[in-house]
């Protein structure tokens, strides 16, 4: 699934009041995190993730493996947060906008 352009908006503005679910420290993608990241995309569609990571390519790497293993499309990044984006299969609680 691709996002369109209004639909990553319409994402983000769901996504504004939201706490981080998951936090990503030092360690980075640690088997506990990968668990809590999987449990909760099991109760939440759209999650926001901190990532306290300060090299870039780092980060970028993290980003990238959260959204293969997650299969989650990815919303934004802005500094150390991450929105991502998973409908349930079954029902799903986010209704996006068409185009």
């Known amino acids: 699934m691709k996002l369109t352009n209004n639909q990553k908006k319409y994402l983000r503005s769901m996504a504004h009041d939201l706490k981080p679910f998951v936090m990503i420290g030092q360690h980075g993608l640690s088997e506990s995190v990968l668990s809590e990241l999987a449990s909760t995309l099991l109760k939440h569609e759209l999650l926001k993730i901190k990532l306290r990571v ?20 990815l919303v934004q990044v802005i500094g150390g947060v991450l929105v991502i984006y998973r409908p349930f299969e079954d029902n799903p609680d986010i209704i996006l906008p068409r185009k």
């Open 54 to 73: 300060s090299n870039r390519e780092e980060k970028q790497n993290i980003v990238d493996k959260i959204l293969v293993l997650s299969k989650a499309e």
